[in-house]
């Protein structure tokens, strides 16, 4: 079964969504930066595990500390995460050249 509410604290890519959870119909997608001190800086992509290739909804986009990022359905956020589709997966550091962790939560809403 597919978790949808994730936090990630490390640098490392988490996978929020793996192929084949079948979780279709995403409403938004809710990025909260829940460090105390730093922006981050966050990937979020689809994986195509076939063809071995990332797709990305967001590249690089900095959250304030404290602040939120919504995507939505105009994003990207609807898509195939059946067996023969996409994993979504995420990534967020401090966005400097010697990446850091910096906390964030992660809420799917479908």
Given at each position: ?110
């Amino acid at each position: 079964m597919a978790t949808l509410l994730h936090n990630i604290t490390s640098t490392v890519t988490k996978e929020l969504l793996a192929l084949g959870d079948n979780v279709s119909a995403i409403k938004s997608i809710v990025i909260t930066n829940v460090d105390l001190n730093n922006a981050s800086f966050v990937d979020f992509y689809l994986f195509d595990k076939t063809n071995n290739a990332s797709y990305y909804l967001v590249k690089n986009k900095k959250i304030n500390k404290g602040s939120t990022l919504i995507l939505n359905p105009t994003d990207g956020v609807t898509f195939d995460n059946s067996i023969n589709g996409y994993s979504l997966r995420a990534q967020a550091s401090d966005g400097q050249s010697v990446k850091s962790a910096v906390s964030v939560d992660v809420v799917i809403n479908r």
